[in-house]
């Protein structure tokens, strides 16, 4: 009865959560699509779907590192322009240069991200203000150098944002792809586990032999690497380099709410690479809808808010059991209970006793006491003669015939 009356609160893991709205989402957006002729289902509009999440979805990766690590990264929107240009101005149009454009590409980027990880735990400045000082500087470089699209992608590399596997596109297959090595990374890696650890208790991982600076810098590394594969994507897309085209999407703020319709707390040290999956989901078929039916394209703003913030709502209501309580109803060790409660009255005897030794302690200790004692102790050791009296009075009594 017990546990049955502790298990009647459900208590269900975030991701699953994400997965219902997902489903919830997927049910209205087909109706709704149905009340305008279309058909939500069709293979042209899944590849749509799929195309939206692919971008949102590698910048989400990323970002869903550093909000694990109780961090944020705000320049990936200026890293995604920086890259796209970077790629198309060192292809030129030649595809024999695309592997050293994509490499040159994200070296740059890991640099941004160490850049970034190094002003976080060695200057201690906060996540938002230093990624927002890097984005900033970034800007400044992209509007200084750059005043139009720049460069020319190759045929060759515009295919990865063009071509599909059926209805799944490419972009979306390696961003799949790259979800589940970046998965392996935080659930079977140390790596991962330092980086949850550090997100959830600095100290106490440091207090654990935890290096709390290593998984953070890594983080953001990744964060901005993914940033620069999102940016390679938009340029096989685009077949130029943007210097805005980041900006424009609006990435940077798209993937924290991803990150949080996911489930993944922005405390860090707790969330779910999936659900991010499905909150890039979520907010993928909430914009095809809109664009299905023809929505005003400032109120996708709106409707974007009202679904994260209704989402967060959700979370906030629920009970994460992230490990079993081991005593008490409900717990893993319930036997011994009985015990426990039994052996109570013996337990407050036994405190009764360990209490009585402490007064005698605090007697003895005490001055005054032991000054008495010692008064006392002298005045009988210096009155021999009235014992002595006693003692030969009753010996001569005790001796007359």
């Not at 009340?35 to 999440?53: E, K, Q, Y």
């Not at 909150?279 to 994260?308: E, H, T, W, Y």
């Amino acid at each position: 009865m017990n546990r049955l009356r502790a298990g009647s609160r459900f208590r269900v893991d975030s991701t699953v959560i994400v997965l219902g709205i997902l489903l919830l989402t997927l049910v209205v957006g087909a109706i709704l699509v149905a009340t305008v002729g279309r058909n939500f289902l069709s293979a042209g509009n899944i590849r749509d779907i799929l195309t939206g999440m692919s971008v949102l979805g590698l910048v989400a990766i990323g970002q869903t590192l550093v909000v694990l690590g109780a961090s944020l990264d705000l320049s990936v929107t200026y890293v995604i322009s920086l890259s796209s240009l970077l790629a198309a101005t060192i292809m030129n149009g030649n595809p024999g240069n695309i592997p050293v454009a994509v490499l040159v590409t994200l070296l740059v980027c890991a640099g941004i991200g160490l850049l970034n990880g190094l002003i976080v735990t060695v200057l201690k400045v906060n996540g938002f203000i230093a990624t927002l000082g890097v984005g900033l500087i970034l800007q400044g470089i992209l509007n200084t150098n750059f005043e139009g699209s720049a460069g020319s992608v190759p045929w060759a590399f515009q295919l990865i944002g063009a071509t599909g596997v059926g209805p799944v596109p490419v972009s979306t297959l390696i961003m799949i792809v790259l979800a589940v090595l970046v998965w392996v990374l935080l659930n079977r890696t140390r790596t991962g586990a330092h980086l949850y650890a550090v997100g959830g208790d600095p100290e106490i991982a440091r207090l654990s032999g935890v290096r709390t600076r290593m998984p953070l810098i890594w983080a953001h590394v990744l964060c901005s690497v993914f940033a620069g594969l999102a940016g390679l994507l938009l340029a096989s897309r685009l077949g130029v380099g943007s210097p805005t085209v980041g900006q424009q999407g609006g990435y940077a703020l798209l993937s924290i709410a991803a990150v949080v319709l996911g489930g993944t707390l922005l405390l860090g040290g707790r969330g779910s690479l999936w659900g991010t999956i499905g909150g890039v989901a979520i907010l993928a078929v909430v914009d095809n809808v809109m664009s299905v039916m023809q929505v005003n394209p400032f109120l996708k703003d709106v409707v974007r808010g009202i679904v994260i913030v209704a989402a967060v709502a959700v979370y906030s209501r629920r009970a994460i059991v992230r490990r079993r309580p081991r005593f008490g109803p409900g717990g893993t060790r319930t036997s011994g209970d009985d015990a426990a409660r039994a052996a109570d009255a013996d337990m407050a005897a036994a405190a009764t006793q360990l209490a009585d030794p402490a007064a005698d302690v605090a007697a003895v200790d005490s001055p005054t006491t032991h000054t008495a004692h010692t008064a006392a102790d002298i005045a009988a050791v210096d009155t021999p003669a009235a014992d002595t009296s006693a003692d030969t009075a009753a010996t001569t009594e005790g001796g007359r015939p």
